[in-house]
């Protein structure tokens, strides 16, 4: 089956440059002119890619790849942005994901544009996750089991790509799911132990978290293998999410008491 590529840009000299950039090249390739549609297009035809401009007229791209980024389903979308603004102006896109791939529209070749469309589609379901500064909560027996819950999170991807084998991905989440609950235990106990006042909603957080993840594991333990990305894929996005916003409000409370 062809890969949809969705094409965002609002002016049509360069949309059609694009478009004809990838024509015969075997990608289905969709059209939207500004940022509502762009986001209308991704929920009704599911593209595998977007190319997309950043100063488009009403909803500006950078919205439109924050609310790809908010949302799992569309999390790991790959985006390539061309603009004609230098990237030093779109830093802040790092931040939301630091492999977002951005071309300056006028240094932009077919040549260019193909490599990183193929590199981009090469990776979308097999980047694993990384271990970065940026998830240290400040507490080394706390990063510890977060490496442990990316480390079983990157074995589940392996498995999916490699080979597949049912048996083992159901295995293996199980063991994310059993290793997660007793994190959770711990992060809770510590919270309550030294009357962490927000407490109660990080508790609802886990728990929310619980129900979703053992709905899915379920899905698949009963043998719908086919759902196995949508919950790798939410995983990496609430994990990512949990870690960096929720648990890390948690930090100088827990250092005050001693951990
Ligand atoms: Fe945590
Ligand atoms: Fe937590």
């Given at each position: ?9 609002d002016?049509k000299h360069?949309?059609?440059?694009y478009?004809?950039m990838?024509?015969g ?9 500004d ?9 009704q ?41 230098s ?8 931040d ?11 240094k ?6 193909l ?20 998830f ?36 293996v ?73 929720t ?6 409370c827990?250092?005050?008491n001693?951990?």
């Amino acid at each position: 089956m062809a890969r949809k590529i969705l094409i965002v840009e609002d002016e049509k000299h360069f949309h059609d440059l694009y478009k004809e950039m990838l024509e015969g090249k075997g990608y289905d390739i969709l059209s939207a002119y500004d940022g509502d549609e762009a986001m209308e297009k991704v929920e009704q035809k599911k593209p595998d890619l977007i190319i997309m401009d950043i100063k488009l007229d009403l909803v500006k791209g950078d919205t439109v790849f924050q609310y790809l980024k908010g949302i799992p389903e569309y999390a790991n979308l790959p985006v390539i942005i061309v603009s004609a603004f230098s990237q030093r102006d779109y830093k802040s896109l790092e931040d939301i994901d630091p492999k977002v791939v951005y071309i300056e529209k006028y240094k932009l070749t077919e040549e260019i544009l193909l490599e990183e469309l193929e590199k981009k589609l090469k990776n979308k379901i097999s980047e694993v996750l990384e271990w970065e500064d940026k998830f240290s909560v400040g507490i080394s027996m706390i990063d510890e089991e977060h490496k442990k819950i990316i480390g079983l999170l990157n074995k589940a991807i392996c498995v999916k790509e490699q080979n597949g084998n049912p048996e083992e991905l159901r295995e293996v989440l199980r063991e994310i799911t059993n290793y997660v609950l007793t994190h959770f235990k711990t992060e809770e106990s510590y919270m309550k132990e030294f009357n962490y006042p927000e407490y109660k909603d990080h508790k609802e957080e886990h728990r929310i978290f619980s129900n979703e993840t053992t709905a899915y594991k379920d899905k698949v333990i009963k043998g719908d293998y086919q759902i196995a990305n949508e919950i790798i894929e939410y995983l990496k996005w609430w994990l990512v999410n949990h870690i960096q916003v929720t648990d890390k409000k948690y930090t100088d409370c827990f250092k005050r008491n001693g951990l």
